[in-house]
């Protein structure tokens, strides 16, 4: 396996991870190409979040291959993975709530990131435009001096999309974007997405059907860590077992 | 957008203003007693001062600080040793030449390790460099492993007790229970006499304030906005492309750093060093000073170390048996009262009056005012 060469951002071979003997994902195979949007559904427990986990490092496959353009993941740290051009976002806003706006951005902004090199880090032209031109796709840009604390949760949600943002990675990983949100956050969100998901692979996790058929070059359906359908939206719609245990109910 | 300045106006007049009271109000106006008395309290602001970064800035408690403190000491205080400890001095001895404490612990030759403090500069890097180096290697083994919170306080504490016990139980080395006393001269000047004191007295607050601009130069860069987003949310820090556990170890060793000359400080101005200063107890009292002047505050934790034990000293004149339930209650009123310390008192009720008077806008002096932590002061 670890000689295939492809022209795939991401090949996920034979991943498997098993919690205390629970097979929590169990010889998970998929690929996704550049610029792709691929979305990954399925019933709870079906080892959604898990599989963004293991892709980003934060947990240990026990088995598979993971390459990002060639590369293997699962032998990298996190933080070697996210210099790599993988960005994600957690399902609850995970921001740093006692800085600002403005702060929030600069953190993740991609230079200095080194301990002396962010001693060294400077705000110079550069920086204030990225994180002024990255507050406004988010629709923040009023509100960059403001403690991240006092957004409400759709804005922390769209700081959190910012922050990727300015990363630039080339591989965005998306858990439930719009989860959480009131309808007119959810428009502006899909909006969002729809911007920032340009010139990237993109992969999400999503329960709301209607977005997800908006957004998603394919979609892929995972039930107790096994892929049991992939392809377009129409396809996996109308696939028997898909319907039987996540979208029939 | 902030400006980039390192300093602003207002810092500026906070630092001016504790040059003022460290340098001239203090040495002014206390007869040498006092003034040597206030010269230890500002060895203890060294270790206020790391805390603020490390615990108050990074959330990492450490229970520990006695022993970095210590380390500093010790080094100094082993120069000073060595210096009193000549031929001449100590021909009394069945081995004259090496310190007392070897003599009567029938060591007949200086141990190799002890050696290279004959050299003074040699002895000043190692007050800085024995404690990181110590700092540095406990970080690596801790936050490598991603050890934190409750258990790595523990670990701290533990290492409290085992520097303690390794200290008195090889007392042919490092003088044992006692400590190292008897301490006379820094490279042939006196170090007991009164003049001697008050110039020591300056250095220490000289060398704090510098302490002081390099703790707020970290903590005004990037680096110091990302021990806060770590404290706040470390997996969102390790995936925006960090490696937590370096600038965890970089913090904890700028702390530890800083103990250790605060330590050295100690050594010249007290005239001795002892593992009464290095065990758990005054590791948790260097905590508290902190704390009580408040750890997201450079300002609050020096001023805090400063009135505590200022406090201390007017408690144990009148009524020495009290002092440790005042300091308890101190505590106690500190974490359920005002958490974030005399500082947090400070900006809630006093800072926006001092902006109005000194014409500095809110906003300016927040970039360098961390953001107060939410509560909990223990333990993050």
């Known amino acids: 396996m670890s000689t295939t060469v492809t022209d795939f951002l991401l090949a996920v071979e034979g991943l498997g991870v098993s919690f205390d003997g629970f097979k929590a994902v169990d010889d998970l195979s998929f690929y996704v190409d550049p610029n792709e949007i691929r979305v990954i559904i399925g019933p709870n427990g079906a080892g959604k979040t898990t599989v963004l986990d293991l892709i980003c490092g934060r947990t240990k496959a026990t088995g598979g291959s993971i390459k990002f353009r060639g590369t293997e993941l699962t032998i990298m740290k996190e933080h070697e993975i996210v210099r790599a051009g993988v960005g994600r976002k957690f399902q609850n806003p995970s921001i740093y709530e006692d800085l600002t706006v403005l702060e929030n951005l600069e953190i993740s902004f991609p230079r200095g990131r080194s301990v002396f090199g962010a001693l060294n880090f400077r705000r110079d032209a550069e920086v204030r435009d990225r994180i002024e031109e990255v507050a406004r796709m988010v629709f923040l840009h009023d509100l960059l001096l403001l403690q991240a604390e006092y957004l409400s949760h759709g804005q922390k949600q769209w700081l959190e999309i910012g922050m990727l943002l300015i990363q630039d990675p080339a591989l965005l990983m998306l858990d439930e974007p719009v989860a959480g949100m009131s309808v007119s956050e959810r428009k502006k969100t899909a909006e969002l997405l729809h911007t920032i998901i340009q010139d990237r692979s993109v992969l999400v996790i999503e329960h709301d059907m209607g977005f997800v058929a908006d957004i998603a070059h394919k979609v892929t359906v995972l039930h107790q860590g096994k892929v049991i359908s992939e392809g377009s939206m129409a396809h996996v719609q109308a696939d028997r077992r898909v319907v039987e245990v996540y979208l029939g109910h | ?380």
């Open chain 2, 1 to 380: 957008m902030n400006s980039n300045a390192f300093l602003t106006r207002k810092d500026i007049i906070c630092f001016a203003i504790m040059a003022v009271i460290l340098l001239a109000v203090i040495p002014g106006s206390l007869d040498p007693f006092r003034l040597n008395l206030f010269g230890k309290y500002v060895t203890y602001c060294f270790v206020a001062l790391g805390l603020v970064l490390c615990w108050g800035d990074a959330g990492i408690l450490s229970l520990g600080q006695g022993v970095f403190f210590g380390l500093g000491g010790y080094c100094m205080a082993m120069f000073l040793k060595l210096e009193a400890s000549s031929v001449e001095n100590t021909k009394i001895q069945s081995t004259p030449g090496i310190p007392d404490f070897m003599d009567w612990n029938q060591i007949t030759s200086l141990p190799y390790f002890w050696r290279p403090f004959h050299s003074l500069a040699f002895s000043l890097v190692a007050v800085v460099a024995v404690p990181t180096l110590l700092a540095l290697v406990i970080g690596f083994a801790m936050f490598k492993r991603r050890v934190g919170g409750t258990y790595f306080a523990i670990i701290t504490q533990a290492l409290a007790s085992i520097m303690t016990i390794l200290i008195i139980g090889q007392q042919g080395y490092t003088g044992g229970v006692n400590g190292m006393t008897d301490l006379r001269t820094l490279d042939g000047w006196d170090i007991r006499t009164d003049h001697a004191k008050f110039i020591m007295y300056m250095v220490s607050a000289g060398v704090l304030i510098a302490a002081a601009l390099v703790a707020h130069s970290i903590r005004r860069s990037k680096l110091g906005r990302i021990l806060v987003a770590m404290r706040d949310k470390e997996d969102r820090v390790r995936f925006s492309g960090y490696d937590v556990a370096a600038f965890k170890i970089f913090v904890f060793c700028f702390a530890a750093a800083v103990a250790g000359v605060g330590g050295a400080m100690f050594t010249l101005q007290v005239g001795f060093m002892s593992p009464s200063l290095v065990g758990i107890v005054p590791s948790i009292e260097m905590v508290i000073y902190c704390a009580v002047g408040g750890r997201t505050s450079i300002f609050g934790a020096i001023y805090g170390a400063i009135l505590v034990n200022f406090a201390r000293t007017e408690f144990s004149e009148d009524l020495p048996q009290l002092w440790l339930f005042a300091m308890g209650a101190m505590f106690i009123a500190v974490v359920v009262l005002f958490p974030n310390g005399i500082a947090g008192l400070y900006r809630r009720y006093l800072d926006r009056y001092v902006d109005r008077v000194l014409g500095t806008t809110p906003e300016a002096s927040r970039a360098f005012q961390a953001p107060e932590p939410a509560s909990n002061v223990v333990v993050e």
